[in-house]
């Protein structure tokens, strides 16, 4: 049950018996909204819909208002309704309303808090796609795990979702990274390599692709020339490295629908990227022309010459893209189009991309390429995410750096586990730098959000141990709580409870739609908090404990509130991939 959806659709009928008394019809009452007040003093619900409405019905808002707070009067499940300033309208509601919902809420399960606001859509998901030159580091972590969760809350709404890699397995860094293996092999085979070469890469994880190279083929490589042996190693090395990438993700949970090779864009009598090359001028959106030079200072590779160009500028760029290199090859750019465009031509029109931060400069040129390969019928949002800083105790960290010269993503979770980097990775939003201090994520107190929702979740778990101890005659099952007389909550911090609650598809449907996974996270601390504030009321004020051996009525319904607030406890840390354990050790 969505409180919000009723009370939306219960303030549209209201607005159409006004709009039909005022001989104004099909109002548009999409800008309508329904959310909790900001001052809980203010009731359960905020309208702002006298605001929006007021003026194509001819009348002032506060003048609408009251109009509306007179029509929900009348309605059973509202106690007061109330303006306020210009024209916003205030609703509480009644007890009977917060149990009927409760008692909704527990009969849809695990399934409280999904949505149909996707409408079975589909949309790809694409994120992490780290060059396959080494292990995973922390720079890709945060992406990986926001674009995870994000898969995992458009899948809570209704989408359906295709979770995406993409591989950048061509281009001149994988050659390095195939030299730098190959050094490495002759380094197996008993040869003084030196140091490794400036520019390549020199981190131990090349050891064993090196070793592995040289028992498959013996000293054969090192009597071939270069052009023989380079995609021999290339082609070992990237199969290596994705091997140990998917690995590295599996420490956080993180999987793929679909890892999809940049290398095959071109490859094995395909040309992806002339395909869509063609497919832009056939829209006449391809010419040869000249662009100015870059504001500031100029890049020492940049050159005053005739290109070939794509008019994204058209299309909300700023100014128009090169497609071709000097060398006559495509630019990273014209790839990239290439990629997008197999999305759409596997039926995507919805595409969300994870990028680091350093790539900002690069959207708006990807979203012109889709709109102009799409005629504006597929859409591409990217989602920037901003780089982590690692803390002890406020202070920077070393780790080791076993990979070369990064710290690893193994490194993080070997030493605080994935649930912490899972859930810090989204508590903050994914645009905004955010501080990883190991201290802070393992200690056991409310300063550690991970800790304090997992500790809410254990302590609904021990309420039913100790409830089955202390009063062993009670039927505790899921059927019997569903089952279970409500309307014993009447303390205000039990209602406060249930209203929070019932703010969860809310907020789910929210996130979704503004691709915003870490208001899932900041949701279940304020619920963990509000559930440990009542647990310590009970302390002071046995009469309010969830356990009364004394009235078994009244302690029932306190154990479905509890088993409602596992519930969505549970719920939520699913869409983040945190476990929900029952104990906290």
């Known amino acids: 049950m969505n409180i919000f959806q009723d009370f939306t659709q219960r303030l549209t009928t209201a607005i159409g018996v006004i709009g039909e008394q005022e001989g104004c019809r099909d109002l548009d009452t999409g800008r309508l909204v329904v959310e909790p007040p900001r001052d809980p003093a203010h009731g359960d619900l905020a309208s702002n819909a006298a605001m929006v409405l007021a003026r194509p019905l001819g009348m002032k808002p506060r003048e609408l208002a009251i109009r509306l707070a007179e029509a929900l009067a009348g309605d059973e499940d ?37 949505s149909g606001i996707g409408g ?88 064993p692709v090196g070793a592995a190279l040289a028992t498959e083929y013996g000293d054969r490589l090192r009597a071939m020339s ?92 700023d100014v128009d893209r090169p497609l071709i290199k000097s060398d006559g090859s495509p630019t990273y750019f014209a790839a990239d189009i290439a990629y997008h465009y197999s999305k759409m031509r596997r039926g995507f029109r919805h595409m969300v991309d994870i990028w680091g931060a350093d790539h900002g400069g690069y959207v708006k040129r990807m979203q012109a390429a889709v709109a102009a390969l799409s005629g504006n019928e597929a859409d591409l949002e990217v989602k920037l995410v901003q780089i982590v800083r690692l803390l002890r105790g406020g202070e920077p960290v070393k780790m080791s750096k076993r990979a070369g010269d990064f710290v690893t ?10 649930d912490p980097v899972r859930f810090m990775m989204v508590y903050r939003k994914n645009d905004a730098q955010l501080d990883f201090d190991f201290d802070k994520v393992t200690e056991q107190s409310k300063d ?67 691709r915003e996974p870490h208001r899932v996270s900041f949701y279940l601390y304020e619920l963990s908090a509000a559930f ?38 549970s719920s939520g840390l699913a869409i983040l991939g945190v476990r929900a354990p029952e104990e906290m050790r």
């Open 448 to 514: 550690n959000p991970v800790f304090y929702v997992q500790y809410a979740h254990a302590r609904t778990c021990s309420v039913f141990r100790q409830a089955t101890s202390e009063m062993p005659q009670l039927d505790v099952s899921k059927a019997s709580l569903i089952a279970t007389d409500l309307d014993g909550l009447v303390d205000a911090g039990e209602l406060a409870l249930v209203r929070r609650l019932l703010e969860f598809p809310r907020i789910v449907e929210a996130a979704a739609v503004a």
């Open 532 to 569: 440990h504030a009542h647990w310590n009321r009970g302390k002071e004020s046995p009469q309010l404990r969830f356990i009364n051996q004394t009235e078994s009525e009244l302690t029932m319904a306190r154990l479905a509130l509890v088993h409602a607030i596992k519930l969505v406890l």
């Open 78 to 114: 509202v106690e007061t309704a109330e303006v306020a300033g210009p024209g916003f309208l205030n609703l509480r509601l009644t007890a009977g309303y917060w149990h009927r919902a409760l008692g909704a809420l527990l009969r849809s399960g695990a399934d409280f808090g999904r």
């Open 226 to 317: 270069e052009a023989e042996w380079l995609p021999v190693v290339r082609k070992t090395t990237i199969r290596a490295m994705m091997n140990a990438i998917r690995d590295d993700l599996a420490l956080l949970d993180i999987g793929h629908d679909v890892f999809f090779s940049e290398d095959t864009l071109s490859s094995g009598g395909i040309d992806a990227i002339a395909e869509a090359t063609t497919e832009l001028e056939k829209k006449g959106l391809v010419y040869k022309g000249r662009l100015p030079p870059p504001k500031g200072q100029l890049p020492d590779d940049w050159e005053d010459r005739e290109q070939i160009l794509f008019r994204s500028t058209e299309f909300g760029d």
């Open 120 to 207: 079975g859509k589909r949309i790809n998901v694409e994120y992490v796609s780290a060059n396959p030159t080494g292990p995973m580091h922390i720079g890709h972590c945060r992406g990986a795990v926001v674009g995870d969760v994000l898969a995992n809350l458009l899948d809570a709404a209704g989408y359906e979702v295709t979770r995406e890699y993409y591989i950048n397995d061509s281009g001149a860094q994988v050659d390095v990274l195939a030299r730098s293996a190959f050094l490495r092999y002759r380094e197996a085979l008993g040869e003084a390599i030196g140091a490794m070469p400036e520019g390549f890469y020199p981190g131990d994880y090349l050891r």
């Open 409 to 418: 993503l193994r490194d993080l979770v070997d030493e605080v586990g994935p």
